[in-house]
């Protein structure tokens, strides 16, 4: 939750671009500029760099030699950095060249305002609940561990039908989702996919799993908000489809077993403390209007 105590100063930054977008140049040499101006050093990820033919640095290396991360893009350039940064403890930032920008906290004009703020400790890092998936096979050997700052997505694999879900909390039967996909997600995914699918809208601080049945057969089959205590497990009749944060996607077969948990730890993001999280529901769905 937001304090008033100062945070560690921000010294040294890496920098992640969003992918395929060589036409962002011109933006990261503004924010560069601004940065170094600041007196804040700047490393660019090898990846980005080599997108905009400038010489960049391994991640690994700039998540051990910065005090913070920051990503130009939109909300998808910035979930995709912080499952990097995880687990590293990295504090993330993200600038807005997209379009809705629920998650990222500036501008890129309203960088120049903020550099002091970001190296005297003056501004707010807020916690976002992460959720880990763990893939089983039918041996129930471990095949794949996962992250999620929004959503797990179980999705049937083919356009027809829908997909059967068995569904248990802390190793109890609870239910059983015939569905077109089912998501787990967090308090910060509720704005993404979730709210298409008929979910609550969740304080994105809060420390809780939805589970929100997409196109249900049953009417009875609702939106669900647990507490991150419960450890769920997931079983599909039919060959599925895990897609992470609408980023990674993995085939699920019957015999697998999915096993997806909180962690307590959080994925920790920079915003100013002027930000009012009410106010960016507001504008960016334009209630009220």
């Known amino acids: 939750m937001n304090t008033n105590q100062p945070n560690a100063p921000i010294h040294k930054v890496g920098v992640i671009l969003r992918p395929s977008s060589p036409e962002i140049k011109s933006v990261f040499l503004h924010v560069h500029k601004e940065l170094i101006g600041g007196n804040i050093e700047v490393m660019l990820e090898s990846i980005s760099g080599g997108m905009i033919e400038l010489l960049g640095r391994d991640f690994g290396y700039i998540a051990t030699e910065c005090d913070a991360l920051l990503s130009l893009g939109g909300d998808g350039t910035l979930i995709a950095m912080m499952r990097r940064a995880f687990e590293y403890g990295l504090p993330c930032m993200g600038i807005n060249t997209g379009r809705?920008?629920?998650?990222?906290?500036?501008?890129?004009?309203?960088?120049?305002?903020?550099?002091?703020k970001l190296k005297s400790g003056?501004?707010?890092?807020?916690?976002?609940?992460?959720?880990?998936?763990?893939?089983?096979?039918?041996?129930?050997?471990?095949?794949?561990?996962?992250?999620?700052?929004?959503?797990?997505?179980?999705?049937?694999?083919?356009?027809?039908?829908?997909?059967?879900?068995?569904?248990s909390i802390d190793n109890k039967p609870f239910n059983t989702y015939s569905c077109d996909g089912l998501i787990i997600g967090t308090p910060t995914g509720s704005t993404a996919y979730n709210i298409s699918a008929g979910g609550s809208v969740i304080y994105p601080y809060c420390r809780n799993i939805l589970l929100t049945p997409i196109a249900p057969h049953s009417l009875t089959q609702r939106p669900l908000v647990l507490s991150d205590e419960f450890v769920l497990e997931f079983c599909a009749e039919q060959r599925a489809k895990l897609i992470i944060d609408g980023q990674e996607m993995i085939d699920i077969m019957p015999a697998y077993s999915l096993r997806i948990r909180a962690l307590k730890e959080s994925a920790k993001l920079i915003y100013p403390r002027t930000r009012d999280y009410f106010h960016v529901l507001q504008e960016k769905f334009k209630w009220g209007d």
């Open 122 to 167: 003056d501004y707010t890092l807020q916690n976002h609940l992460v959720l880990q998936a763990e893939v089983y096979n039918e041996n129930k050997e471990l095949l794949h561990t996962f992250l999620a700052i929004n959503e797990f997505l179980i999705s049937k694999h083919e356009l027809s039908g829908m997909v059967h879900i068995h569904a």
């Open 100 to 116: 809705l920008g629920f998650l990222t906290a500036l501008m890129p004009n309203e960088l120049h305002d903020f550099i002091p």
